[in-house]
């Protein structure tokens, strides 16, 4: 030690051979203990993402990799209706909106709102007395006409004799001769009149034109009325029979021609605006003479008796017409068709319990049926449930199979649910 005076140096302690180790820096301890987190954070990721799969059954209904549960149905031979649905609109086949043809004034009504009345009921009374007075005119002036008609062929007579006598001149003879043509003019011009005022006096007695149902009425009694009114008295619709107005694509319009032309009657069945009701059942009356070019649609008119009244004017309803009936064709249901890569097939169930994919040719179908014209047989058994996931070959499980794969796991379940308690 340098033992100069006046100079102070510090105590340095040495450590010795069992002392503590030096402590690390803090920086160097926050990244070991960011480390450790991370370790922890990945192993629990795997943990989560491993242990489903580790623990998961390979038995049962829903094994992995084992086969698919499956819905089947066989293929059948029998009679296929071959139908068409369009939408319609009900028409009646007679809309009469009752107006008077003169002018006067409304005495009378003779029906009651909703009634139903026939054809020449009494339905409304017009003041007839003007009618009768000018009826009675008329007649008194054809009957002084046809004095005056007579009166004038008598002297027609008497000048063609005296002409002949040399008694008077030709010319007076040729002028009465005249009068009488003019007089007989006359006398059918009133007679004319008269049939006019016999028209209009009947005019005054208002009666159905049609039978049918009588809707609200349009003006009451003691109204004057003319014939330029718009609105009329009452309008009348028939309702039995009734018909329905129905649109179809111009597709279809050679099949129904030919069964027409074949001498058909094809059935047509009117449904509600859902389509699950059936309301009434006709025939195919008429079809329209031309196509609607805007729509490539053509009309189609069907005839209903409608005795219930099921169908009521300007409804709203589906249309079904039976163009044909297909006999003896193998059909299947609809949901076993499927549209892909082959083009339209079917999974067919074989005897192992796999799926073969087996292109088919589509007929006619109706409602949730298909015809095949060919690739299948009558009993082939084809996927109608769960054939999304299924592939050529796949190995499928059919529904008894799978309810008793099911049974022991659901009854195992239930063991071990009890012993817990």
Request: hydrophobic share 45%.
């Amino acid at each position: 030690m340098d033992d100069r005076p006046g100079e102070l140096r510090p105590l340095v302690r040495r450590p010795s051979r069992g002392a503590a180790p030096v402590a690390l820096p803090k920086r160097l301890w926050s990244r070991v203990l960011w480390l450790a987190l991370g370790i922890l954070l990945l192993a629990a990721l795997a943990w989560v993402i491993f242990r489903p799969a580790a623990q998961a059954p390979r038995t049962g209904r829903f094994a992995l990799n084992g086969p698919m549960p499956v819905g089947i149905a066989s293929a059948e031979t029998g009679d296929l209706p071959v139908t068409v649905n369009g939408l319609g609109t009900v028409t009646p086949l007679a809309n009469v909106t009752v107006r008077t043809q003169i002018s006067g004034q409304l005495i009378e009504l003779g029906f009651r709102e909703g009634q139903e009345v026939n054809k020449g009921d009494f339905l409304a009374e017009i003041d007839p007395r003007p009618y009768q007075a000018a009826l009675d005119n008329m007649q008194a002036v054809l009957a002084r006409d046809q004095a005056q008609l007579e009166n004038a062929k008598r002297d027609l007579v008497r000048y063609s004799r005296l002409v002949q006598e040399n008694s008077i001149a030709q010319q007076q003879r040729d002028t009465q001769d005249a009068l009488v043509k003019q007089l007989t003019g006359t006398v059918a011009s009133d007679q004319a009149q008269v049939e006019t005022a016999k028209l209009n006096l009947a005019y005054c007695h208002i009666v159905a034109p049609v039978s049918g149902r009588v809707g609200l009425r349009q003006v009451d009694a003691g109204n004057y009325v003319q014939v330029s009114d718009t609105t009329g008295l009452v309008v009348i619709t028939q309702l039995k029979p009734i018909s329905v107005i129905f649109t179809l694509p111009e597709d279809n319009l050679t099949a129904i021609v030919k069964r027409l032309n074949a001498g058909a009657s094809l059935a047509v069945a009117a449904f509600d605006r859902a389509g699950r009701t059936k309301l009434a059942s006709g025939t195919l009356s008429t079809i329209d003479n031309q196509i609607d070019t805007s729509t490539g649609t053509f009309k189609l008119r069907a005839q209903f008796d409608n005795s219930d009244l099921a169908l009521f004017p300007n409804q709203f309803v589906n249309a079904q017409l039976l163009v044909d009936t297909l006999s003896g064709a193998t059909v299947i249901p609809n949901a076993a068709v499927q549209r892909g890569a082959p083009g339209t097939f079917v999974y067919v169930v074989k005897p192992d319990d796999t799926v073969a994919v087996q292109k088919v040719a589509l007929g006619p179908g109706s409602n949730d049926r298909v015809a095949v014209l060919q690739g299948l047989s009558p009993g082939d058994r084809v996927v109608i449930d769960g054939a999304d996931k299924l592939r050529d070959g796949a190995k499928v499980m059919l529904p008894k199979a799978a309810d008793a794969a099911a049974a022991p796991a659901g009854g195992a379940q239930g063991r071990a649910g009890g012993s817990t308690q």
